[in-house]
């Protein structure tokens, strides 16, 4: 199966394909090499089934290739602290049946249809990226784009670019986009999220917002939001990957949002804070690539690893002097570009290591 059809059969996005792949968690059964594309077998759903529910009960990357790898009674032991979680299927199957009932009644195709949660969610990951300034009044603003089954939510101040996609419960036949200025979106997030699901229609000059609890319109933007898939196309290929847990990290960077955080990867990953008197935090994470280090601004990076889906981060670097990827998904998948800044001169970074608590 193409990655796509794979995808819809796993109740997964293609986007979480690619994570799992780049994790080394599921390969593709085949890759061609001439065109790039993934081909995924039959019997990697069930594979596939499970690690989403793992990632859904909180389980870390470490221990879902402990319970994928290990033997029988290992996993169940494992999976037996997680049957609380396991019972929201009953919860899952209901919304499904729901969504269904909502398909068969609705068939003008001319609107998207999410859960409020999802897109509340959402926006409060992405509308943080955008610029404080004003100075450009599209960059104040969420590009909104849907097309088919997905949904896409941008932002940027220039110094990152976050990009969320979600997978919709309602097929849309005809694509749309707008962009929505950030404090219109943050006044309706509220009411959103009281929404069991929320139905979005791109009007030209408004996008309307349907729900249970009655209507939001929202006005557009009427400026051209940057081409920001010619930004990502641009980028080189990854020289390093590091996949480390989101809290560590965290707490590693500490709260001064004067600091100036160092990323050096060296068989290790360690965080130097110009806060913490040049001492430097180790953080347990899977690395491949070549060793590099990389330096930021808190209030750059600290955001971006804020906003993440899920316990674990993975961060994609080509080159110091160019945007890291920082990379999260589970069901969905939430991808945030992060300036590097010039590397400060200082005392070798080896020295007086911290282990992170």
């Not at 599209?138 to 939510?153: K, M, P, R």
Request: aromatic share 4%; with cysteine; net charge negative.
């Amino acid at each position: 199966m193409t990655i796509g059809v794979f995808a819809r059969a796993a109740n997964v996005t293609t986007s979480a394909l690619r994570f799992y792949d780049d994790c080394g968690l599921v390969r593709p059964a085949s890759v061609d090499s001439a065109t790039g594309y993934r081909y995924y077998s039959v019997h990697q759903l069930d594979e596939v089934v499970l690690i989403r529910r793992l990632r859904a009960a909180g389980l870390p990357l470490g221990e879902v290739r402990r319970v994928l790898a290990g033997p029988l009674d290992a996993a169940e032991e494992l999976l037996a602290d997680h049957l609380a979680a396991m019972e929201r299927a009953v919860e899952v199957a209901r919304a499904n049946v729901t969504t269904a009932l909502d398909l068969i009644r609705v068939h003008r195709g001319d609107a998207v249809s999410l859960p409020g949660r999802l897109l509340a969610e959402a926006i409060g990951q992405v509308a943080p990226a955008v610029e404080a300034t004003g100075d450009i009044p599209v960059l104040g603003g969420v590009l909104i784009e849907a097309a088919g089954g997905e949904v896409v939510l941008v932002a940027t101040d220039r110094y990152r670019l976050a990009i969320r996609s979600l997978r919709a419960e309602q097929q849309l036949r005809v694509p749309g986009a707008a962009v929505v200025a950030a404090t219109h979106l943050n006044e309706a997030r509220p009411w959103i999220d009281e929404q069991a699901r929320v139905r979005l229609r791109f009007t030209g000059t408004h996008v309307r917002l349907d729900g249970p609890g009655g209507e939001r319109i929202l006005p557009a933007v009427e400026e051209t939001f940057p081409a920001y898939r010619a930004v990502l196309d641009d980028l080189p290929g990854p020289v390093t990957r590091v996949v480390a847990p989101r809290g560590p990290l965290l707490r590693a960077l500490g709260h001064d949002p004067e600091a100036r955080l160092d990323l050096v990867v060296d068989g290790a990953l360690r965080i130097r804070s110009s806060a913490r008197h040049d001492r430097s935090v180790a953080i347990p994470a899977d690395i491949t690539g070549e060793p590099l280090a990389v330096s930021f601004t808190f209030t750059t990076l600290h955001p971006a690893l804020t906003a993440g889906i899920g316990p674990d981060v993975m961060l994609q670097i080509s080159r110091p002097d160019l945007p890291v990827v920082v990379r999260s998904a589970d069901d969905s998948d939430l991808t945030t570009l992060v300036m590097p800044v010039k590397a400060a001169s200082g005392p070798d970074i080896k020295e007086n290591r911290e282990p992170a608590r």
